[in-house]
């Protein structure tokens, strides 16, 4: 798990970010343990074998740090899950996954939550219990949020932010499985929206995927749009210009007819755990999930 800038602790069940292994170690986080057990923060999820923790940390000089702190255990996957990732044991758990492709997003030029630390317990070749640990997106809304607070030319302005991240995220060679609007943040900086990639359990690469790869993200982030109440007119323009396309050929028309495809196949599916994963609460910052 270790990336430039970080150093491991704890005899090497976590790594950390230098810039935050005292801030850490003050406030009693030094070891996996503690941060597994760690409690004074506001649930914001709760499923299982996975909590999401907002957590505030007080830094010396500064206004505290607000961070968010994804924890796995055991239950989270299934038995037989567990057993094929003994017999791969170069697979990496969630938060492994989450921690490597923060790192690879932000050396390829994405913005991602800063990475702060992660960590885990193996056994048999597998992680057991895991964590990892973030920073919050300051001044950050969901991009779904951002859409319904805002008029047509903040409107407009997502619309081509959100196309040409798409198209440069798949072209990088990266696939997102969970590719829907609350998983964007939106960060407005001197006139220009500077879009943030979050929960990246599951991103997939750097490599070269199946269009039906594609097409999944297109079909997760078209079903968080119609969530959100964004037309089909603006879904076009969205197509148009992330494809840089000024009409619809042939080739254009196949590949919508397989997003709608996806698209009915999502809404016909059943959300885990009883709730949405595609609309966000108005909170600025905040990750839910």
């Known amino acids: 798990m270790t990336e430039p800038e970080t150093v491991l602790i704890d005899d090497g069940r976590m790594c950390v970010h230098r810039e935050f292994v ?3 170690r003050h406030q009693g986080l030094g070891a996996f343990d503690a941060v597994m057990a760690f409690q004074r923060g506001q649930l914001i999820r709760a499923v299982p074998g996975r909590t999401t923790m907002r957590i505030e940390l007080p830094s010396p000089g500064a206004p505290p740090l607000v961070v ?42 994405f913005h991602t939550a800063t990475p702060i630390a992660a960590g885990e317990v193996r056994a048999s070749g597998g992680a057991v219990r895991s964590f990892v640990m973030t920073m919050e997106i300051r001044g950050g809304l969901a991009t779904d949020v951002f859409w319904r607070s805002h008029d047509r030319p903040g409107r407009d302005a997502l619309i081509t932010a959100l196309a040409s991240l798409t198209r440069q995220f798949h072209s990088a060679g990266f696939i997102h499985k969970d590719y829907y609007l609350p998983h964007i943040f939106v960060v407005p900086r001197d006139g220009i929206l500077d879009l943030y990639l979050i929960d990246l359990q599951r991103v997939m690469g750097p490599a070269r995927f199946r269009q039906r790869w594609i097409i999944k993200d297109l079909g997760g ?11 089909r007119t603006d879904m076009l323009r969205f197509y148009k210009e992330c494809f840089q396309v000024s009409r619809l050929d042939a080739r254009d028309k196949k590949r919508i007819r397989k997003i709608c495809r996806r698209l009915a196949r ?8 009883g709730e949405s994963p595609v609309l966000s609460q108005p909170c600025a ?5």
């Open 221 to 231: 982030l078209a079903f968080s749009a119609e969530r959100a109440g964004i037309s």
């Open 68 to 109: 968010y702190l994804k924890r796995y255990e055991p239950d989270q996957v299934s038995r037989w899950q567990r057993l094929f990732r003994r017999l791969r044991r170069h697979e990496q758990n969630e938060a492994a996954r989450e921690w490597r492709m923060v790192h690879a997003l932000r050396a390829r030029g």
């Open 22 to 24: 005292e801030i850490l």
């Open 266 to 273: 999502i809404r016909r599916h059943t959300p885990r755990h």
């Open 285 to 289: 910052g905040a990750q839910t999930n």
